[in-house]
């Protein structure tokens, strides 16, 4: 591994290891100067292929497209995006060589992949440490990345139970109605989202104590069930004297400013609102302290949202584009009325206010512009540094909107707005590859789809690949359908579905344990697995899931079933239930396979066993004693569990334990 330093960039903390600096540039790439940036370029063959960045749009291969590594808030994810709410700049190479580049920045990282020049790799970077890894194989080079940037997070066990959410759920009777539904289908469930409506008038930290009269009693009483509750965190502070947080961020300086040291006033959910200043290592520890307020009530979870960070205005702009409306005293002529509402829509998330916006870290301030993609991480790193004070060997549940590497070692991600679309479904399964190579291994999807009115059909097809993504929660936004599972028809469909995610999750947590503590990727793309087949190269549709797994989820509308490639002999297993399947061994070759709504097809490879429990109701009541082994083996081997207590940091690698299964 080598690194190469350009421009003088601002410490990430993205790496754990000490990597010496050598000079000149990488022989990988040629590289210009032009202005402050510097650009990487190198020659694409037909045989390359580009993987990485993570959260991104488009393939698992990235060739072909434009990629900005900047984080942004837009909830309207299409193709014709080029960022979204992570800044993961790592990439894999194969083909003519193999190699993988980690542009370690705080400010934008652009990857033009094949976008001008559909035969050239372009990268424009400002202040980076670059850092290029070779290796014998993808395999390879990511997980000396992964050593590079340090252990994957690793929440609580319950964390990997099923959750609902809902933008919209206000009041402790809306939480109790959807604990009630699940119940009362007998679904599982593990918690319970709360969106920003718990808030008194979006103040974090707040609880409005009409809405939640008693949370530490209700969050008690659902814990005693088994059912956490994970509510939200917003990155902006309501500029409101006399809420203390306000008052006091004030008081100590805790805020971002305007070049002058003036606290800069931006517009986010509570109006008028300031930033905590989480790069500054006093205000981070700060920030964090703040969850107190709800660790004391018996949370245990929490999501931390709009911390690209998300602006709806920039205060001064906003006066502007106002004066500019009152000025035309309402008489609009011509191009009035476009040019004064392009005024409003330019205001959100807007360079300018980036621009002028600062932090000020251990006495030098420095422009948000050119930390930008650090926010997300530092408020993810604020709340998992004071939880390590506040319980120091408990796991809690932590994910983040928007993140950049170095943040996957403090919380995960969930993927952000996406719509109730087929397209979106099979995004999230080309996405989670990427995600895990970048280290952001507890990552999902808002099953269902956030934006726009879900379908049963695609419920139930998105549920059927949540039930192996680490981070299984389904969640809408305020104006879509309620797409709660006991809202659709097909009951016993969503029961056996959910339940199949209890049955396969001693596996999954084994396999999340063991790839987090060892570097390891959980999906992979076929092609990492069987680089020399030319069919398995460019499989979009298919991932290689733990060590034992394959799956190929439907993710079209009206399929009765789906096309699937084996690269090698594999049994197939036809799940109807967690405790109910039949299992058939094809060769290697393609298949036409039915795949009814209401089983998930997926295929054990040769020389491997798949522990099963049986259904649970939750993570808590999950019989991890008697488990069935779904076997592809003809001599015994070992299966390597994780049975740990679930909540200790301390007694992860204890927990860890191998089982022989005999044919
Ligand atoms: O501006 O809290 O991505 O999951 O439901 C929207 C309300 C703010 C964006 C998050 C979404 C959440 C919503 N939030």
Same mark, same amino acid.
């Given at each position: 591994?080598?690194?190469?330093?350009?421009?003088?960039? %601002?410490?990430?903390?993205?790496?754990?290891?000490?990597?010496?600096?050598?000079?000149?540039?990488?022989?990988?790439?040629?590289?210009?100067?032009?202005?402050?940036?510097?650009?990487?370029?190198?020659?694409?063959?037909?045989?390359?292929?580009?993987?990485?960045?993570?959260?991104?749009?488009?393939?698992?291969?990235?060739?072909?497209?434009?990629?900005?590594?900047? $984080?942004?808030?837009?909830?309207?994810?299409?193709?014709?995006?080029?960022?979204?709410?992570?800044?993961? $700049?790592?990439?894999?190479?194969?083909?003519?060589?193999?190699?993988?580049?980690?542009?370690?920045?705080?400010?934008? !990282?652009?990857?033009?992949?094949?976008?001008?020049?559909?035969?050239?790799?372009?990268?424009?970077?400002?202040?980076?440490?670059?850092?290029?890894?070779?290796?014998?194989?993808?395999?390879?080079?990511?997980?000396?990345?992964?050593?590079?940037?340090?252990?994957?997070?690793?929440?609580?066990?319950?964390?990997? *139970?099923?959750?609902?959410?809902?933008?919209?759920?206000?009041?402790?009777?809306?939480?109790?109605?959807?604990?009630?539904?699940?119940? &009362?289908?007998?679904?599982?469930?593990?918690?319970?989202?709360?969106?920003?409506?718990?808030?008194?008038?979006?103040?974090? %930290?707040?609880?409005?104590?009409?809405?939640?009269?008693?949370?530490?009693?209700?969050?008690?009483?659902?814990?005693?069930?088994?059912?956490?509750? !994970?509510?939200?965190?917003?990155?902006?502070?309501?500029?409101?004297?006399?809420?203390?947080?306000?008052?006091?961020?004030?008081?100590?300086?805790?805020?971002?400013?305007?070049?002058? *040291?003036?606290?800069?006033?931006?517009?986010?959910?509570?109006?008028?609102?300031?930033?905590?200043?989480?790069?500054?290592?006093?205000?981070?520890?700060?920030?964090?302290?703040?969850?107190? #307020?709800? =660790?004391?009530?018996?949370?245990?979870? %929490?999501?931390?949202?709009?911390?690209?960070?998300?602006?709806?205005?920039?205060?001064?702009?906003?006066?502007?584009?106002?004066?500019?409306?009152?000025?035309?005293?309402?008489? =609009?002529?011509?191009?009035?009325? $476009?040019?004064?509402?392009?005024?409003?829509?330019?205001?959100?998330?807007?360079?300018?206010?980036?621009?002028?916006?600062?932090?000020?870290?251990?006495?030098?301030?420095?422009?948000?512009?050119?930390?930008?993609?650090?926010?997300?991480?530092?408020?993810?790193?604020?709340?998992?540094?004071? %939880? &390590?004070?506040?319980?120091?060997?408990?796991?809690?549940?932590?994910?983040?909107?928007?993140?950049?590497?170095?943040?996957?070692?403090?919380?995960?991600?969930?993927?952000?707005?996406?719509?109730?679309?087929?397209?979106?479904?099979?995004?999230?399964?080309?996405?989670?590859?990427?995600?895990?190579?970048?280290?952001? =291994?507890?990552?999902?999807?808002?099953?269902?789809?956030?934006?726009?009115?879900?379908?049963?059909?695609?419920?139930?097809?998105?549920?059927?690949?949540?039930?192996?993504?680490?981070?299984?929660?389904?969640?809408?936004?305020?104006?879509?359908?309620?797409?709660?599972?006991?809202?659709?028809?097909?009951?016993? &469909?969503?029961?056996?579905?959910?339940?199949?995610?209890? #049955?396969?999750?001693?596996?999954?947590?084994?396999?999340?344990?063991?790839? #987090?503590?060892?570097?390891?990727?959980?999906?992979?793309?076929?092609?990492?697995?069987?680089?020399?087949?030319?069919?398995?190269?460019?499989?979009?549709?298919?991932?290689?899931?733990?060590?034992?797994?394959?799956?190929?989820?439907?993710?079209?509308?009206?399929?009765?079933?789906?096309?699937?490639?084996?690269?090698?002999?594999?049994?197939?297993?036809?799940?109807?239930?967690?405790?109910?399947?039949?299992?058939?061994?094809?060769?290697?070759?393609?298949?036409? =396979?039915?795949?009814?709504?209401?089983?998930?097809?997926?295929?054990?490879?040769?020389?491997?066993?798949?522990?099963?429990?049986?259904?649970?109701?939750?993570?808590?009541?999950?019989?991890?004693?008697?488990?069935?082994?779904?076997?592809?083996?003809?001599?015994?081997?070992?299966?390597?569990?994780?049975?740990?207590?679930?909540?200790?940091?301390?007694?992860?690698?204890?927990?860890?334990?191998?089982?022989? !299964?005999?044919?």
């Amino acid at each position: 591994m080598k690194k190469f330093t350009y421009g003088t960039p %601002f410490e990430t903390d993205a790496v754990v290891e000490r990597v010496e600096r050598t000079e000149g540039d990488p022989s990988q790439f040629t590289v210009e100067r032009t202005g402050d940036a510097f650009v990487f370029r190198r020659p694409l063959s037909a045989r390359d292929r580009v993987y990485g960045l993570g959260e991104q749009v488009r393939g698992i291969n990235k060739r072909g497209w434009l990629y900005d590594g900047w $984080n942004t808030d837009d909830p309207r994810i299409t193709e014709g995006r080029t960022a979204l709410y992570g800044a993961h $700049n790592f990439i894999v190479l194969t083909g003519e060589e193999t190699f993988g580049v980690f542009f370690d920045s705080a400010g934008r !990282v652009v990857f033009d992949v094949g976008y001008e020049d559909p035969d050239e790799l372009k990268i424009t970077a400002w202040n980076a440490d670059v850092y290029v890894i070779e290796g014998g194989s993808a395999k390879e080079v990511v997980h000396t990345f992964r050593t590079l940037i340090g252990r994957s997070y690793i929440p609580p066990k319950w964390a990997f *139970g099923y959750g609902q959410s809902k933008w919209g759920y206000k009041t402790e009777e809306d939480i109790r109605a959807v604990v009630e539904g699940y119940r &009362a289908n007998g679904f599982p469930l593990d918690a319970v989202y709360m969106d920003i409506d718990y808030m008194i008038h979006y103040k974090d %930290f707040t609880v409005d104590p009409e809405r939640y009269p008693d949370l530490s009693a209700l969050s008690a009483e659902l814990k005693a069930e088994g059912i956490y509750l !994970v509510p939200i965190v917003d990155a902006a502070i309501k500029a409101e004297e006399g809420y203390p947080v306000y008052d006091e961020g004030l008081r100590n300086g805790y805020f971002c400013t305007d070049a002058a *040291g003036v606290p800069y006033v931006v517009g986010v959910w509570p109006g008028d609102s300031v930033l905590p200043d989480v790069l500054a290592p006093e205000a981070r520890a700060w920030f964090g302290a703040q969850y107190r #307020a709800l =660790l004391d009530e018996g949370i245990e979870g %929490f999501w931390n949202d709009m911390n690209e960070p998300a602006l709806f205005y920039g205060k001064e702009r906003l006066q502007k584009a106002i004066e500019a409306v009152a000025q035309t005293k309402g008489n =609009l002529e011509l191009d009035d009325f $476009n040019k004064l509402t392009a005024n409003f829509g330019k205001l959100a998330n807007s360079p300018e206010d980036y621009r002028a916006l600062c932090h000020n870290v251990n006495g030098k301030r420095v422009s948000h512009a050119d930390v930008h993609n650090l926010y997300g991480y530092n408020m993810t790193r604020a709340a998992a540094e004071y %939880f &390590a004070e506040y319980a120091p060997d408990k796991r809690f549940l932590l994910f983040s909107r928007s993140s950049c590497i170095g943040m996957h070692r403090y919380g995960g991600i969930w993927t952000g707005d996406n719509c109730s679309w087929w397209s979106h479904l099979l995004l999230n399964v080309k996405m989670m590859p990427s995600l895990d190579m970048c280290g952001f =291994l507890f990552a999902g999807a808002d099953i269902g789809g956030h934006a726009d009115n879900t379908t049963e059909e695609l419920l139930l097809r998105w549920l059927a690949f949540g039930i192996f993504t680490p981070l299984m929660r389904n969640h809408a936004t305020n104006g879509a359908r309620d797409q709660e599972c006991y809202r659709f028809k097909n009951k016993d &469909a969503f029961r056996r579905i959910l339940g199949m995610r209890y #049955a396969l999750l001693p596996y999954l947590y084994s396999e999340y344990i063991k790839c #987090a503590l060892r570097g390891e990727m959980l999906f992979k793309p076929l092609a990492f697995e069987y680089p020399e087949d030319a069919r398995a190269d460019g499989v979009e549709d298919q991932l290689f899931f733990g060590e034992s797994l394959m799956i190929a989820p439907v993710c079209e509308q009206n399929a009765k079933g789906r096309y699937v490639y084996l690269p090698a002999r594999m049994k197939m297993i036809r799940m109807r239930a967690g405790d109910d399947y039949k299992v058939k061994t094809l060769e290697k070759g393609s298949y036409y =396979l039915e795949v009814p709504l209401d089983e998930v097809v997926f295929f054990l490879r040769e020389g491997k066993v798949l522990p099963l429990a049986r259904p649970a109701q939750n993570v808590a009541s999950l019989d991890e004693e008697h488990l069935a082994f779904v076997k592809f083996i003809d001599s015994p081997v070992e299966y390597e569990i994780c049975r740990d207590d679930g909540s200790t940091l301390s007694g992860i690698e204890k927990g860890l334990r191998k089982i022989t !299964v005999r044919p």
